[in-house]
């Protein structure tokens, strides 16, 4: 398939810009259906924008879908005394009462005997 040079509008700052052959052919290799519509540089400003506050620039939780991320709010911990060595620590969850509760370190320990 051949392409030519095309001239489109940036739909941000309205300048025109080239879709250059090469650009179209890597857009076409990667199964790309539709024309980029924004310049080069309003593509960097706005990735950067979107990567500003907390999420990478696409995907699950990012800034991905055209929604704004908010910072997470501090998790609660909640002070246990571990049920086997006896420390004092903080867990991210309210202890039910009706099993053990570990700090780090005995849950690491745990986990990795229950897998072996």
């Known amino acids: 398939m051949s392409f030519t040079d095309r001239t489109l ?5 309205g300048n025109e810009f080239t879709f250059s ?5 890597f ?4 199964g790309f259906t539709n024309d980029p519509k924004r310049c ?4 960097s400003q706005r990735r950067q924008q979107r990567s500003s506050y907390g999420g990478g620039d ?6 991905g ?3 704004e991320s ?5 998790r609660q911990m909640h002070p246990i005394i571990c049920d086997e060595c006896g420390v004092e620590a903080e867990v991210p969850f309210q202890p039910r009462g009706d099993r053990p509760v570990y700090c780090r370190d005995c849950f690491s320990r745990h986990r990795e005997s229950s897998w072996s």
């Not at 052959?21 to 052919?25: T, V």
């Open 65 to 67: 879908g055209g929604y």
């Open 21 to 25: 052959a090469g650009e179209q052919a």
């Open 27 to 30: 857009f076409a290799e990667r």
């Open 58 to 63: 696409m995907g699950y939780g990012g800034g």
């Open 40 to 43: 080069i540089p309003c593509r």
């Open 9 to 13: 509008v940036c739909a941000d700052c």
């Open 70 to 74: 908010s910072p997470r709010p501090p």
